[in-house]
């Protein structure tokens, strides 16, 4: 259906104009469309790309694709209820952005629980749709062979900006890292005093994890996890036990324990080639081509042996 007759269908659903630019849907949705590109509406089926910033109506942010670097890839379903966020989608075609508000009682009116945890009135989606590709039932191979190009293009990109934005986080950042030969960037923050691991040794590490843009994905820190907001209390927050050479954590990370001596801090930057690689980590917030930086502090070191896991830090009530 192109985009001019779905305005129109939707101006036979008296979709009025409300305060502040936004129009009125069903369900009490609002929306407000901010770049109108002509084009064929996005449908049940389709494949969209789309940039998402997801917040409360008291902008306590709940998601960032932005943060993480790249967009988020889906095929579109089928609204749950007229006035849901894919009832919203549908209304837009490739190129435009967009401000949604679903409201949360209506939608809990409608089956859906109302997220943990979230007050207000609505959540607010900031969307950008950067690509859509049309089903296409007739053609089925057709479809897929689309969806494969688009994903070698998008590796293509990530791949050759990987440096650009490594280079441009140490400069923005003013730092001067020791590169190693394998790729690894070190910045020794605190010199240890103590002993230098080797392989086969086994060591207690706490350490912060996170994306160019500063956005934490892992931490043994409760505190760190707290002023990231990602705080879990049933997760056990304590140094990382760990066997190097096991191969049980990514190799920038073990190599970058091997630099460091029992005491000191150091900050890693990771290319993908030493973490999670042109796949990323499937389910998680780590892309294909995306590196990493680690903050680390090597707790302890155990020549040749594993060391007990040690207790449980019990969140404070």
Partial sequence: MKKGLLVLAVAALSFAACSGGFKKGPAGLLYSIHENVKG????????????????????SSLYDSYELGRASQTFVPKPVYDGDLFYAIKLLTKGDSATIKINLDSAEAKGQPRPAGIKGKYVIYTV????????????????????????????????????????????????????????????TTLDGKGAQPK?????????????????????????????????????PYAPLSLKIGSGGIIPGFEQGVLEMKKGGKATLIIPSSLGYGEQGMQ??????????IFELELVDVFPGSVPPPPAPIEPKK
């Fill in 40 to 59: 064929d509406s996005i449908a049940d089926g389709d494949f969209i790309s789309i940039h998402v910033r997801a917040k409360t109506d008291g902008d």
């Fill in 128 to 187: 950008k749709i950067e690509e859509v590709i049309h089903k296409d039932t007739a053609n089925q191979q057709a479809f897929q062979a689309k969806l494969e190009e688009f994903y070698k293009a998008e590796g293509e990109k990530y791949k050759k900006a990987e440096v650009v934005n490594m280079e441009n986080y140490i400069k923005t950042n003013n730092l001067k890292p020791t590169k190693l030969a394998s790729g690894l960037q070190v910045i």
């Fill in 199 to 235: 392989v086969g040794d086994s060591v207690l590490v706490n350490y912060v994890g996170k994306l160019l843009s500063g956005k934490v994905f892992d931490t043994s820190l409760p505190e760190e996890a707290k002023k990231a907001k990602m705080f879990n209390e049933q997760r």
């Fill in 283 to 292: 389910g998680g917030m780590i892309g294909p081509f995306t590196p990493l």
